[in-house]
């Protein structure tokens, strides 16, 4: 069992920059993949960007790259996603998770953190 706690959300201008966290519980933390997904308002979740298991790949949504980065400190049970460059369109609920699966669908995936909004405003 995992649980995740995702922190760093808030209200941003557009062009700024905020870096989410995602703190895991459990000894099993570095046998996961990591990922980001978010959701907008009447939109599907939709993927962002995912981390291996030692942190050594990541892979982006196209419409985040060069963007946002990921990155995981297994010693810490933790994974942040810095996001710079901010736009209004990156406006949701970011949600954490966990899977056994490298680049999971979301129905896919294990566990999921419970989201922190992230609003940016134009």
């Known amino acids: 069992q995992v649980q995740l706690v995702e922190s760093g959300g808030g209200l941003v201008q557009a062009g700024g920059s905020l870096r989410l966290s995602c703190a895991a519980s459990?000894?099993?933390?570095?046998?996961?993949?990591m990922g980001w997904f978010r959701q907008a308002p009447g939109k599907e979740r939709d993927f962002v960007g995912g981390?291996?298991?030692?942190?050594?790949?990541?892979y982006y949504a196209d419409s985040v790259k060069g963007r946002f980065t990921i990155s995981r400190d297994n010693a810490k049970n933790t994974v942040f996603l810095p996001m710079d460059s901010l736009k209004p369109e990156d406006t949701a609920v970011y949600y954490c998770?966990?899977?056994?699966?490298?680049?999971?669908?979301?129905?896919?995936?294990?566990?999921w953190g419970q989201g922190t909004q992230v609003t940016v405003s134009s």
């Open positions: 998770a966990a899977s056994g699966i490298w680049r999971p669908a979301t129905s896919q995936v294990a566990y």
């Open positions: 459990g000894r099993t933390f570095s046998s996961y993949f």
């Open positions: 981390i291996t298991r030692s942190g050594g790949t990541t």
